[in-house]
């Protein structure tokens, strides 16, 4: 085989030509298609809505993605290892349960902290164990654990919520660092350079990638997988509770209901971002561009008032979308070469 051809990895999937520039690579990458939807997306909303080029308004449409791309990055981690963590909103609402007791129990701001982070990585820790422990697959331990997770949420609150937050506690949801730069956006900004270097400057980067493409190899190779899978569980259980004491602090109160539904949106967030859902590839740009996307998607909808049902059928349509699009391009290629 010439050293200049593609490669095929173990999995199947192609491999890039390490031969070609950074600037080849990223003019044939799915990231640049991503930053032309944005642009894209962008353009349209600004015709369509009078109100969304207003700075204050475009500081607004971030709070619809910075909290679930949190999670989303180390999400994508998780995936491209081959498993994944369906329970991520129901750690939130756990999270967030916890610190409201917390704040009835007279917590401070350091302390709910201290709780929201904890309460995350416990969450974390009990997936990773039952799927590295026990050799469970991710995907059923996760749709256990979110039943399991927002269930005693509602058992504690029922039909009430916890309220009297602390009033510096608002500043992590609510504040702004400079001008129209909010907290939120900060913090989303050094998280995404942060898994960046840690996803693709990192041996334990490189080591993800390695369990994604082939599990059994990594092991002979001298990679303990079962520990890099465990700190990927503990990892997304960490930015979900982080994600948790953003959200709480925005909205300023806890209810079981809180989340809802995110597990979907930061799945397609991921998927969207180009990490594929059977392992093996996937970057964290690709997933910042995602976000971005999906953000000023559902700000522009909510702008004209579409239902949030509608969002709701538009984002499960997207992850169909995303997942069904390269499969069914490599069946059309394929029987073109036949």
């Avoid at 927002?150 to 001008?179: C, E, H, M, N």
Wanted: with cysteine; aromatic share 12%; charged share 10%.
């Amino acid at each position: 085989m010439s050293t200049t051809a593609a490669e095929t990895g173990p999995t199947g999937r192609q491999l890039p030509d390490r031969l070609k520039s950074p600037l080849q690579r990223f003019l044939g990458s799915w990231e640049l298609l991503l930053l032309v939807v944005a642009a894209g997306v962008f353009v349209l909303n600004s015709f369509a809505s009078p109100y969304f080029l207003d700075p204050w308004n475009l500081s607004d449409a971030t709070f619809n993605f910075t909290e679930k791309a949190m999670i989303a990055f180390a999400m994508a981690l998780l995936i491209i290892s081959g498993e994944i963590d369906l329970s991520v909103a129901s750690i939130i609402a756990l999270t967030s349960t916890a610190m409201g007791f917390a704040v009835q129990l007279g917590a401070d701001t350091p302390m709910l902290i201290l709780v929201g982070l904890g309460v995350g990585l416990a969450c974390g820790a009990f997936n990773g164990l039952l799927v590295t422990g026990f050799g469970l697959p991710s995907i059923v331990v996760t749709i256990g654990t979110m039943s399991l997770f927002r269930g005693i949420s509602y058992i504690v609150l029922g039909d009430k919520a916890y309220t009297g937050y602390p009033s510096d506690f608002a500043f992590f949801g609510q504040g702004y660092v400079w001008w129209v730069i909010s907290f939120e956006f900060v913090l989303f900004a050094f998280l995404a350079l942060l898994f960046a270097v840690i996803l693709h400057q990192t041996n334990f980067g490189r080591a993800v990638y390695v369990i994604g493409n082939n599990p059994v190899g990594a092991l002979f190779s001298g990679i303990r997988v079962a520990r890099v899978k465990f700190a990927l569980f503990l990892l997304t259980g960490l930015m979900s509770g982080v994600a948790a004491i953003c959200l709480t602090s925005r909205l300023g109160a806890t209810r079981p209901s809180i989340a809802f539904g995110w597990e979907l949106e930061v799945v397609t967030m991921v998927v969207l971002g180009g990490v594929s859902i059977l392992g093996g590839s996937g970057s964290i740009p690709g997933v910042v561009i995602a976000a971005f996307v999906m953000g000023m998607v559902t700000f522009g909808f909510g702008l004209l008032n579409v239902p949030g049902i509608v969002m709701s059928i538009f984002i499960g349509l997207l992850l169909i979308g995303v997942i069904a699009l390269p499969r069914i391009v490599r069946q059309v290629l394929a029987k073109r070469k036949v």
